[in-house]
């Protein structure tokens, strides 16, 4: 029998462990997660600039023969599938976008993310790991962490490379990323957004991409930010649904 093929891409500080327990929720589903460059075992891969990133997907894809896929991206992940989706591959029938930025619009604001971004960097280069994290996890995307939550995420995030995370923040930042919100709306690829109740930057965002394009389809989970890691079972079924309209 013929299962759909789902390809995963986690968030930054993130790996391809990440997506194990929505994976176990997903046995009809062949699900291949990647580490991405510069975290879990490929820190030795870092990206040079974002726009490499199409290339590295399409090798791994090369890989593994993958030829008709969907591809599912949290946060920093959903960000580069994007652009990926945005770069016209082959074989790619749908995206999926866990709590993932379209793009800045506004200069003011790419010029304030790229401050903000390169102050953290510095902080992930020069301090330890530990400490960088525990502020970092304060910040007011991750407000639905309990103290227990936070301690696990810095105890299991900690295990990564402090020059591999810097550089891969100055490569990727949000302040690097094209605008795709207009490449949206003119799309044809289905896109699945999914966001989390708590996490209202990223509810709005998903509300207004599926009121500007016909082919998004917005659904709010209960949660924050990362939702495969608080309600993999809902965001699992959500999944399972979305992918049964295609063929396979």
């Given at each position: 029998?013929?299962?759909?093929?789902?390809?995963?891409?986690?968030?930054?500080?993130?790996?391809?462990?990440?997506?194990?327990?929505?994976?176990?929720?997903?046995?009809?589903?062949?699900?291949?997660?990647?580490?991405?460059?510069?975290?879990?075992?490929?820190?030795?891969?870092?990206?040079?600039?974002?726009?490499?990133?199409?290339?590295?997907?399409?090798?791994?894809?090369?890989?593994?023969?993958?030829?008709?896929?969907?591809?599912?991206?949290?946060?920093?992940?959903?960000?580069?599938?994007?652009?990926?989706?945005?770069?016209?591959?082959?074989?790619?029938?749908?995206?999926?976008?866990?709590?993932?930025?379209?793009?800045?619009?506004?200069?003011?604001?790419?010029?304030?993310?790229?401050?903000?971004?390169?102050?953290?960097?510095?902080?992930?280069h020069r301090e330890a790991l530990t400490q960088v994290l525990a502020d970092w996890y304060q910040q007011?995307?991750?407000?639905?962490?309990?103290?227990?939550?936070?301690?696990?995420?810095?105890?299991?995030?900690?295990?990564?490379?402090?020059?591999?995370?810097?550089?891969?923040?100055?490569?990727?930042?949000?302040?690097?990323?094209?605008?795709?919100?207009?490449?949206?709306?003119?799309?044809?690829?289905?896109?699945?957004?999914?966001?989390?109740?708590?996490?209202?930057?990223f509810r709005q965002i998903g509300t207004q991409l599926a009121a500007a394009c016909p082919q998004v389809?917005?659904?709010?989970?209960?949660?924050?930010?990362?939702?495969?890691?608080?309600?993999?079972?809902?965001?699992?079924?959500?999944?399972?649904?979305?992918?049964?309209?295609?063929?396979?």
């Amino acid at each position: 029998m013929t299962r759909p093929t789902l390809v995963l891409l986690h968030g930054f500080l993130g790996a391809a462990d990440d997506w194990s327990t929505l994976r176990e929720q997903l046995p009809k589903v062949q699900c291949i997660a990647l580490d991405l460059p510069g975290h879990g075992q490929a820190t030795a891969q870092c990206l040079r600039q974002m726009a490499d990133f199409p290339g590295w997907l399409t090798q791994q894809l090369a890989r593994r023969q993958t030829r008709q896929y969907h591809l599912l991206g949290y946060s920093l992940g959903g960000r580069l599938a994007l652009q990926f989706a945005a770069s016209h591959p082959v074989g790619l029938q749908s995206l999926i976008l866990e709590n993932a930025h379209p793009g800045l619009s506004t200069v003011a604001d790419r010029q304030l993310r790229i401050q903000s971004d390169a102050r953290w960097a510095r902080r992930f280069h020069r301090e330890a790991l530990t400490q960088v994290l525990a502020d970092w996890y304060q910040q007011p995307v991750f407000q639905d962490l309990s103290p227990t939550e936070r301690e696990q995420l810095i105890t299991a995030r900690s295990q990564n490379s402090n020059r591999a995370l810097a550089k891969m923040l100055c490569c990727c930042s949000l302040a690097r990323q094209a605008d795709y919100q207009g490449w949206i709306k003119t799309s044809t690829l289905p896109i699945l957004y999914l966001c989390g109740e708590q996490d209202r930057k990223f509810r709005q965002i998903g509300t207004q991409l599926a009121a500007a394009c016909p082919q998004v389809q917005l659904t709010c989970l209960a949660g924050g930010h990362n939702l495969h890691r608080v309600t993999p079972n809902s965001m699992a079924a959500v999944i399972r649904q979305w992918l049964n309209a295609f063929p396979f």
